[in-house]
Structure formats: structure tokens, C-alpha cells
Nanobody
Framework: QVQLVESGGGLVQAGGSLTLSCAASGRTFINFAMAWFRQAPGKEREFVAA????????LYADSVKGRFTSSRDNAKNTVSLQMNSLKPEDTAVYYC????????????????WGQGTQVTVSS
């Protein structure tokens, strides 16, 4: 079992930046691959970024490549999502997720989820 708590969401103007954080507690954090997903109103949840257990391997959705960067600190049990050049279409609730084992971009492979944090990008 692992508990996840996101923070850092808010309102930002288009072109701005925001950093989300996810704090994990419970079982050994280093054994979990981590990921970020988002869900906009009326839309399905979509993959944003994922990190391997060490953080050496990453995956990004095409829509955020070159703008978003995710990293993890296994000593502090945290993962972050640095979001730059934000666009109105990035507006969504952002979720942190964890799975035991290897990196994945598939939401159904992640059994552990945070409560989400709202990101709103104004035009």
C-alpha cells in the first residue's frame, strides 16, 4: 500500500509555469514506478508522464513533450512535474499514480492514486 498526496496546483496564465509535487508514504517508494495523469472536464483521463523506479527512464505524452519534465527524489519519497509554457488545453485535474514494478503509461496498470490537484490555465 502507498498513499499519494499531490500539491502545487493553481491558476496560471498561458505561457506560465507551475510545479506539481506528489508525496508518497507507505511501502518502499523506490519499488514503485510513478506517473502523472490528467483529466479535463468532460474528457477521459489521459497520460502525461511516467518515471521508472530509479527515475532514469521517463515517458511523456506527445502533447507535453518539451514543455513538461518529471523527476523523483527517492530519498524524500517525492515526485514532481515541472510544467512550462502552459496552454489553456493543459487545464485539468492532475493525478499522481504509483505501480509496483516497471514504468508504464497505461492508467489501468496503476492501482494507487492521489486525490488530484487542479491546474487552470487562463488565456
Amino acid at each position: 500500500q502507498v498513499q499519494l498526496v499531490e500539491s502545487g496546483g493553481g491558476l496560471v496564465q498561458a505561457g506560465g509555469s507551475l510545479t506539481l509535487s506528489c508525496a508518497a508514504s507507505g511501502r518502499t517508494f523506490i519499488n514503485f514506478a510513478m506517473a502523472w495523469f490528467r483529466q479535463a472536464p468532460g474528457k477521459e483521463r489521459e497520460f502525461v508522464a511516467a518515471l521508472s523506479r530509479s527515475g532514469d527512464s521517463t515517458l511523456y505524452a506527445d502533447s507535453v513533450k518539451g514543455r513538461f519534465t518529471s523527476s523523483r527524489d527517492n530519498a524524500k519519497n517525492t515526485v514532481s512535474l515541472q510544467m512550462n509554457s502552459l496552454k489553456p488545453e493543459d487545464t485539468a485535474v492532475y493525478y499522481c499514480a504509483a505501480r509496483w514494478g516497471t514504468i508504464s503509461g497505461r492508467s489501468y496498470e496503476y492501482p494507487y492514486w492521489g486525490q488530484g490537484t487542479q491546474v487552470t490555465v487562463s488565456s
